[in-house]
T-cell receptor, first 115, second 115 residues
């Protein structure tokens, strides 16, 4: 079956521009996660959605970052006024429930480069 | 705050050699433990997981890991590696019911298997 789909796969933009990254989770998965993979930083948690509950935004690095999930499915991560330190691979994952023992399925990521 | 440490950032070994990758975490409560693998050009995939029960867990492709609670460790092993095991390996921890599905990742270990 289809896995987690992310778009675009690559995005190059100028510093100061806004970007939107999209994630389409596996059908039926209620939990959705965003992570960031930076060179030398490993994988960092950004935000988590579970059903209709309020998202866990505890990993967002600044107020320039926001995310929404419409209709319990597709999610969009928005970065406003991008900075060079935002350059990273942004990964989306989904799982069949929000419980801590549900394995997460990852997409291929969006590689974001800020010039 | 919880943290996850992977002791080796880069490992090079020959085919048929044995592999052991160390992972230690700092969290005193109930944890769920994972190893993920990222093959070149592919997305992160679950290798194995530990939630409870037998501390020796077996995963895909001949990998296994042992949870030692007293040492806060979850080391990954494979008795005889193949060239196709060349990949980056990530240990991840979820702090049980306190943090739902949010994963804390180690920095990753790049494993290169030479023919």
């Amino acid at each position: 079956g289809a896995g987690v789909s992310q778009s675009p796969s690559n995005k190059v933009t100028e510093k100061g521009k806004d970007v939107e990254l999209r994630c389409d989770p596996i059908s039926g998965h209620t939990a959705l996660y965003w992570y960031r993979q930076s060179l030398g930083q490993g994988l960092e948690f950004l935000i988590y959605f579970q059903g209709n509950s309020a998202p866990d935004k505890s990993g967002l690095p600044s107020d320039r970052f926001s995310a929404e999930r419409t209709g319990g499915s597709v999610s969009t991560l928005t970065i406003q006024r991008t900075q060079q330190e935002d350059s990273a691979v942004y990964l989306c994952a989904s799982s069949s429930g929000g419980y801590s023992n549900q394995p997460q399925h990852f997409g291929d990521g969006t590689r974001l480069s800020i010039l | 705050a919880q943290s996850v440490s992977q002791h080796n950032h880069h490992v090079i070994l020959s085919e048929a050699a044995s592999l052991e990758l160390g992972c230690n975490y700092s969290y005193g409560g109930t944890v769920n433990l994972f190893w993920y693998v990222q093959y070149p050009g592919q997305h992160l995939q679950l290798l194995l997981k530990y939630f409870s029960g037998d501390p020796l867990v077996k995963g895909i492709k001949g990998f296994e890991a042992e949870f030692i609670k007293s040492k806060f460790s979850f080391n990954l092993r494979k008795p005889s590696v193949q060239w196709s095991d060349t990949a980056e390996y990530f240990c991840a921890v979820n702090a049980g019911t306190d943090s739902w599905g949010k994963l804390q990742f180690g920095a990753g270990t790049q494993v290169v298997v030479t023919p």
